[in-house]
């Protein structure tokens, strides 16, 4: 099992590494261009006084998929049968990114908004395996209802956080951390866990840049797709059916109950203010 | 408080969450999963109280 995790740890680490670089250096390149053209002005909830730039999320989103996808490319065994998932949710990430940056320069009807979200979401949901069924006792039809809800809900919450410093920094790193200490246990698949190095390495490129007081927000180009990617990887975690050390004799209800409470409070990071 | 200290706490609140987790991954036992909720649940109200209670000071 050492020996598993040190190999993924040498995909993994590199995965966060590169993502960290990638992301800091187009924060850098981008920041005199959003300064001049992305300016958000305070509001009640935000935690800063003067007019800040927005639009970092553009880095954070393309060093995430970039360096996601360029791993896939080096190592097409780490899909793992999900291709399909993955392009499902790089473009829905894309346009949740495209409905963002719209909205960033000039600001969506509320209708408009949301209805292409639910698309964006509706199509993630969709590439889930049709045999996926989270809770058994719930009906097929209801549970995917309440994925699209939840997925709508949390996508805005994220976005939501964007407005205090640091925030959205202090829930995605140890979450995105965690899944992928997990993946090196070998208890997520191989694909969730090299898209939450990604994530957690882009998302430390970001914090200098986001530190109170920020210089730089994600905006929404960037809080609706890395929220959509969180809550991707968070119902990868619940379904995943790989688990880390060999198991005591227990039944197998208690193991399958277990197994969702465990993973179902990691999904639930708390949000504050 | 300041936004700095808010986002600490909530950081640290996290990073609490995800180690408990691991543990009940790690345990793989019902009982330790639910013992590691009702911690998880603990903290959050905690934090929940730590924010109230500022905002009820002002």
Known sequence: MIEQAIERLWVLGPTALVALVLSFGLMLLLRPWLARYAMVRPNARSSHYQPTPQGGGIAVVVATLVVAWGAVALSPALLHNQAGQFLAVTAATALLAVIGAIDDVRSLPAAARLALQCIAIGAVITALPNELQILPQVPWSIERAGLLLAGVWFVNLVNFMDGIDWMTVAEFVPVTGAIVLLGLAGAVEPLPALVAAALVGAMIGFAPFNRPVAQLFLGDVGSLPIGLLLGWLLVQLIISPTRPLPSPPASCEAKRSGKLIARISISAPPIAA | ?58
């Open chain 2, 1 to 58: 408080m300041t936004v700095r200290e808010i986002v600490t706490r909530v950081f640290l609140t996290n990073l609490a969450l995800a180690a408990l987790a691991l543990v009940t991954v790690a345990a793989h036992n019902i009982v330790v999963s639910l013992a590691m909720l009702s911690t998880g649940a603990v903290i959050v109200l905690w934090l929940l109280a730590v924010f109230a209670g500022v905002k009820n000071r002002r």
